[in-house]
């Protein structure tokens, strides 16, 4: 745990050895060994909830002595592979400077010793909708990078870290659940921090490349079917011929699976599995509506005996066989073969579960669904005779 010194007000590893407790600062290596600066500062809770009034400290500057002897404010673990440098003490330290709580806009939830109530955060975003994984992964990095909200010129630098869309959704929501949700939409313009990074260049290498083209989409396909056989190939194909995301495939095949065909959504007219009639798939920024199916694809799911997979599992099934896992491809390579035998893009987004922004789609796109629909099946239907 990371924390705000009260001897000398640099920030440095806390470290508590029974009862008591010091703060290490690293210096450097000298023969293979970290070498640190060591500062005693007692008690355990006395340092935590003291601010560090009561200790002694050797002469300092007095910024920094009003600085240290402020409420310490405990900084979460950096997770080094999302800064560019090997050592984050150093970095940090060098070129970002020395921080303190006095030194930070968003002085948080005080629980007590001045730390922000995580679990409480985390209360907060349940509540807001989000699912569960999405709402570790947000409490996750608003412990690691809180601590950008108290210097503007580390702040500046989130745009060049890698993951810094998720780093920054983790501050937006932190700084709501603070109350402080406008002083963090100003930070955001004074540091010139943008969303977005370099988007339209990764798109046109992506293209470019075709390192995920349909191609080698259907080479990674045709080698998935001469490794693995039985209901893991279904799974994979179902994927592939739906383009169903890969954590709503599996939900889809558990649910026909423990309910059966007849009992789930599926109209019988227009040969399509009705995703939205069930609320599970109706989520706050990713939804399905619906999957167009073949008479076999139908037929293997109302024979398929297997109850449950889960995809931990079939992961793991993958791996050992030597198989890259590129589910996610296959979404691509379903829009990608819909797209390239002439579905329009509108129709394509409904079938992914995306409702197109433009004007024209949601006011004026009014085509007949049976024949749209038998469009896109006679492409299903190609699909799926490239993969039987």
Known sequence: MKAVCPVCGRMGFLEVRGNSSRVLHYVGFHEGKRIYEKHNVGNQSSFLHSGGRGFKSPPVHQETRQQSQKQPFLFPSTDSHLLPHENIEVYLHNNIGVYSHADLMFNGVVDGGGL????GFADFLRGRGLRERYVRDLVCYARRFSWLLGDAEAFARVGGLKGA???????ANL???????????RMVVKCGVRWENGDSLNSFMR????????????????????????????VVRFMALTGLRTREALYCLNKIAAVGVENYPYNEEY???EHFRDGWFLRKSKKAFLSIITPSLLECLRSRKRKKVAYEGLRSRFRRLGLDVRFYDLRRYFAT?????????????ICQGRCSRSIFARSYFRPDVSLVFSKVRSVVVELDKTLS
């Open 175 to 185: 700084s709501r659940y603070l109350g402080r949700y406008d002083d963090f939409r």
């Open 165 to 171: 869309r998720m780093i920054l959704s983790a501050l």
């Open 337 to 349: 073969a819909l797209r390239l035998r002439g579905v329009e893009v509108e129709v394509i987004d």
């Open 116 to 119: 922000i109530g995580f679990d």
């Open 207 to 234: 293209f470019f490349i075709g390192c995920e083209s349909v191609a080698a989409t259907e080479k990674w396909l045709m080698d998935v079917r001469a490794k693995v056989d039985g209901d893991d190939w279904f």
């Open 271 to 273: 040969g399509v599995l």
